[in-house]
């Protein structure tokens, strides 16, 4: 692959959006490679200049970080190459080994309580440090967590691509768009002018949701024959059903705090991230 600094071997692991992620060899360290298309229209360069900002913020994000449940760089310094007649940027980040939450489902794992008190602890501490620098991931679904072999950062979250800064610079003029993923947009994200609004308790949505499926192998909103719209009203309006109904023999504490973090309007959810690593440590 061009650009690479020298490589005893690459091979593809990934690739989604505008990304390929490959697995590389770097001297003595085994890193995830990523090479980011810069989208760009030829007769409007500020869409260009739009998308490479985008990706700019995303390594700023995970530069500063230093939470150990979210992904941190690699050793490739960021830089701009061009293959063919494409722009990207090219960088790594740690290689996470492990399995995702996504693979695990897929093979129809229900995993014990104590599985999911770890996934939830994590992801919340990952996002109290996102939101103690006011930022939102807007993406967290069972795609982008990893379960490692590590007791001390035993679940991952990567990608932070759609990261939102709370009250910073928009970076998209299209601010009718509605960035993530269809299963795993939180209800607030469908209202008009949802950015004006927009915190945390989103990332806290979509914990809920995470956990709710890592626990259940059900995808709440997945219908496979429905329309987009009729997807996102859905989500918008109709309650999943109770997570204690699919996993009875979790405690029903646990069941009603995941049923809690998953409700439509953000001021019902439990809000306080301190005090739900606290409730979430007392599953462990």
Same mark, same amino acid.
């Given at each position: 692959?061009?650009? @690479?600094?020298?490589?005893?071997?690459?091979?593809? /692991?990934?690739?989604?959006?505008?990304?390929?992620?490959?697995?590389?060899?770097?001297?003595?360290?085994?890193?995830?490679?990523?090479?980011?298309?810069?989208?760009? *229209?030829?007769? *409007?360069?500020?869409?260009?200049?739009? &998308?490479?900002?985008?990706?700019?913020?995303?390594?700023?994000?995970?530069?500063?970080?230093?939470?150990?449940?979210?992904?941190?760089?690699?050793?490739?310094?960021?830089?701009?190459? %061009?293959?063919? &007649?494409?722009?990207?940027?090219?960088?790594?980040?740690?290689?996470?080994?492990?399995?995702?939450?996504?693979?695990?489902?897929?093979?129809?794992?229900?995993?014990?309580?104590?599985?999911?008190?770890?996934?939830?602890?994590?992801?919340?501490?990952?996002? !109290?440090?996102?939101?103690?620098?006011?930022?939102?991931?807007?993406? /967290?679904?069972?795609?982008? @967590?990893?379960?490692?072999?590590?007791?001390?950062? +035993?679940?991952?979250?990567?990608?932070?691509?759609?990261?939102?800064?709370?009250?910073?610079?928009?970076?998209? !003029?299209?601010?009718?768009?509605? +960035?993530?993923?269809?299963?795993?947009?939180?209800?607030?994200?469908?209202? #008009?002018?949802? !950015?004006? &609004?927009?915190?945390?308790?989103?990332?806290?949505?979509?914990?809920?949701?995470?956990?709710?499926?890592?626990?259940?192998?059900?995808?709440?909103?997945?219908? %496979?024959? *429905? #329309?987009?719209?009729?997807?996102?009203?859905?989500?918008?309006?109709? &309650?999943?059903?109770?997570?204690?109904?699919? %996993?009875?023999?979790?405690?029903?504490?646990?069941?009603?705090?995941?049923?809690?973090?998953?409700?439509?309007?953000?001021?019902?959810?439990?809000?306080?991230?301190?005090?739900? @690593?606290? %409730?979430?440590?007392?599953?462990?």
């Amino acid at each position: 692959m061009p650009c @690479v600094p020298e490589a005893a071997a690459l091979e593809e /692991i990934g690739e989604g959006g505008f990304k390929v992620v490959y697995r590389a060899r770097i001297e003595d360290t085994v890193e995830a490679v990523k090479l980011a298309l810069i989208p760009s *229209d030829d007769q *409007d360069e500020e869409v260009r200049d739009e &998308n490479a900002r985008r990706i700019r913020r995303e390594l700023a994000i995970l530069r500063d970080c230093v939470s150990p449940f979210l992904v941190k760089l690699g050793n490739i310094e960021p830089r701009e190459c %061009r293959i063919g &007649n494409r722009d990207y940027v090219l960088y790594s980040e740690e290689y996470v080994p492990g399995e995702s939450l996504r693979s695990m489902i897929g093979r129809g794992l229900r995993p014990p309580l104590r599985d999911l008190g770890r996934l939830g602890f994590c992801l919340l501490e990952a996002v !109290r440090e996102l939101a103690g620098r006011n930022l939102i991931h807007r993406d /967290i679904k069972p795609d982008n @967590v990893i379960q490692t072999n590590r007791e001390d950062r +035993p679940f991952v979250l990567l990608d932070l691509g759609i990261a939102y800064h709370v009250g910073g610079t928009p970076l998209t !003029r299209d601010t009718g768009r509605i +960035p993530g993923t269809l299963y795993y947009i939180a209800p607030e994200m469908l209202d #008009a002018g949802f !950015r004006q &609004n927009l915190d945390y308790r989103a990332d806290l949505y979509t914990i809920g949701l995470t956990l709710y499926e890592f626990g259940s192998c059900v995808q709440p909103f997945a219908r %496979r024959e *429905d #329309a987009q719209y009729t997807t996102l009203y859905r989500i918008k309006t109709q &309650n999943p059903t109770p997570f204690r109904e699919l %996993r009875s023999d979790l405690p029903v504490d646990f069941c009603r705090l995941v049923d809690q973090l998953m409700k439509k309007l953000p001021a019902l959810r439990p809000s306080n991230i301190a005090g739900l @690593v606290r %409730r979430m440590e007392g599953f462990l």
